[in-house]
């Protein structure tokens, strides 16, 4: 669309304004928003600059209201170029003459006040469907999403972008890196752990009603006590060797299914097999143990458990007590476990992520406690962390600077209606102790968490009952330091971590009912489908 021209807004102009106006219709709408933008900015700091030492002079003055004419001109040519912004209050000047603002921070006493509101703590919108029925799958079938509905989640979810873009901009969340040093040298490993192998490295497979479910490595931990004739023993394996269904892959949800019934059988190096009978399985920690008669060539490995290396933050949809290392295992030797050059098990390999496995300290930990008790509680706080000692460098120079704190845990997710979501810990502060214990890792987390249920069972409590705990927090946003007593849940179950939802609703209905691509396409018009 072509520019308008010079007279309609403003009347006349000398000759050297007109010629100036001539030559700009000349060129490209894109040139002109770019020019008349450098043009803009330099005549206000010039105009401030007048404003300061004397009043304008009359060349100034028209020279203004070309700049406002011109400003006209763009504003009618294309409305795409306006974007929002906040009217700030300038309340002086710095020593370069440029504008200085008002800020406005909220009461801190608003951070003692755990608000239920969708905005405090962070909760995300999301579109609830109504379903109508199922089809022949038994797949259930919703009804479509109406135009408004969904717009208006488009606009609550940008709000709930930027309130999240707003946390990570917290020093112990902004740039958050997770790094593992690669070493070469692991790769000599398998040549030890094939020599391994063949004392005490075993392989399962599992099925249902004869139809083949999993298939896994496992290693021979100790004997059945109940076997006096040490015909018996007990393999350590992963329990995804029963897991029957998994929906999601983040584990802190918990939707993991598991077939306790499954019948599995024991494979031998000499190709012989035994059929396994399931001791125990614990949803947390993805352990299972079997029992099974045993080769007399079978050997106790040795445990190497202070694992030092290969540490580094899991993601968001991992546990915490996953250690790594470099590559992969395949499918078939998850369960099975990682050795070092001396021989000594490190760990057991999972199934959750490249390169994790369960470190030795953990593993012996949850054998010792099944070995006594019988099962294997551990208290629940709900919290998603990481450590702080993971991040790379800069990060952590920052919380440093930012904070004051070098160590601790960094809490990453708060889960919905838990006892820490209703003590005020939010998403970005740190938890520094346990119990007056400092906390440097998310394993030495896991150890104290065990401690504790050790300590528990051991004064003859009920494992399914509950435990007080302190927490030592930092509140990054207000940097100041509180210790929080909860109660926490102690159970064999898998910890369960779920961010807030809350459900968004059209503020009016409509008469059609459309896809939502369609809606993101712009290829439906409110206006005309409105009620």
């Known amino acids: 669309m072509p520019l308008p021209t010079a007279e309609e807004g403003s009347g006349s102009r000398s000759s050297r304004s007109s010629a100036r106006r001539r030559r700009r219709r000349s060129e ?24 300061e030492a004397a009043q304008p002079s009359d060349a100034e003055i028209a020279r203004k209201e070309e700049v406002d004419q011109a400003t006209d001109e763009l504003e009618a040519t294309s409305s795409a170029l306006c974007a929002p912004h906040i009217r700030q209050e300038v309340v002086g000047h710095d020593s370069n003459a440029v504008e200085v603002y008002s800020e406005t921070f909220r009461n801190e006493a608003e951070e003692d006040v755990v608000s239920s509101a969708p905005s405090s703590p962070l909760c995300e919108p999301r579109i609830q469907q109504e379903v109508i029925g199922h089809d022949s799958n038994g797949v259930e079938i919703c009804k479509a999403i109406d135009i408004e509905t969904f717009r208006a989640y488009r606009q609550f979810e940008a709000k709930f972008d930027e309130k999240l873009a707003r946390k990570m901009k917290l020093p112990t969340l902004d740039g958050c890196i997770s790094s593992s040093p690669a070493d070469a040298e692991l790769h000599h490993g398998r040549q030890y752990a094939t020599k391994a192998a063949r004392s005490f490295v075993l392989a399962l497979s599992s099925s249902i009603g004869g139809k083949p479910l999993k298939q896994c490595s496992g290693f021979f931990i100790g004997w059945d006590e109940s076997d006096k004739n040490h015909e018996t023993g007990l393999i350590l394996t992963s329990a995804h060797l029963i897991c029957s269904k998994q929906p999601s892959l983040d584990s802190w949800l918990c939707e993991d299914e598991y077939a306790p019934d499954a019948e599995v059988i024991v494979h031998f190096p000499d190709r012989t ?3 396994g009978k399931l001791c125990y399985y614990q949803k947390h920690y993805n352990i299972a143990l079997f029992s099974t008669k045993v080769k007399p060539s079978l050997q106790l490995p040795v445990f190497n458990d202070n694992v030092n290396c290969g540490q580094k933050n899991p993601c968001t949809f991992e546990r915490h007590h996953f250690m790594y290392t470099y590559g992969a295992a395949p499918e078939c030797g998850i369960g099975g476990p990682i050795v070092d050059f001396s021989e000594a098990i490190l760990g057991m390999s999972t199934p959750d992520s490249e390169g994790s496995f369960v470190p030795s300290s953990i593993l012996l930990k949850c054998f010792h406690l099944w070995r006594k008790h019988g099962r294997i509680p551990r208290p629940h706080l709900q919290l998603k962390l990481s450590a702080i000692q993971y991040l790379d460098e800069a990060h952590i120079e920052r919380i440093s600077l930012d904070c004051g704190i070098d160590d601790g845990l960094i809490v990453k997710e708060v889960s919905n209606g838990s006892m820490a979501e209703k ?45 007080d705990v302190e927490l030592g927090i930092f509140r990054t946003r207000r940097r100041k330091r509180r210790t929080i007593k909860m109660t926490l849940k102690l159970t064999e179950e898998g910890e369960e971590v779920v961010r807030g939802y809350y459900t968004v609703t059209a503020p009016k209905a409509i008469s059609s009912w459309v896809p939502p691509e369609k809606v993101d396409q712009g290829q439906i018009d409110i206006r005309a489908n409105s009620a």
């Not at 894109?30 to 933008?37: A, G, I, L, N």
């Not at 003590?423 to 968490?449: H, Q």
């Not at 504790?452 to 509950?466: A, I, T, V, Y």
């Open 28 to 51: 490209s709408l894109e040139q002109r928003r770019r020019y008349m933008t450098g043009e803009m900015v330099w005549m206000v700091k010039k105009i401030r600059t007048c404003e």
């Open 273 to 275: 097999t035994s059929k």
């Open 423 to 467: 003590n005020g810990i939010r998403v970005g502060d740190v938890v520094e102790s346990l119990d007056g214990n400092c906390i440097t890792s998310l394993v030495e987390l896991e150890i104290m968490l065990l401690d504790l249920s050790q300590q528990h069972l051991e004064r003859g409590s009920n494992s399914d009952s509950k435990i």
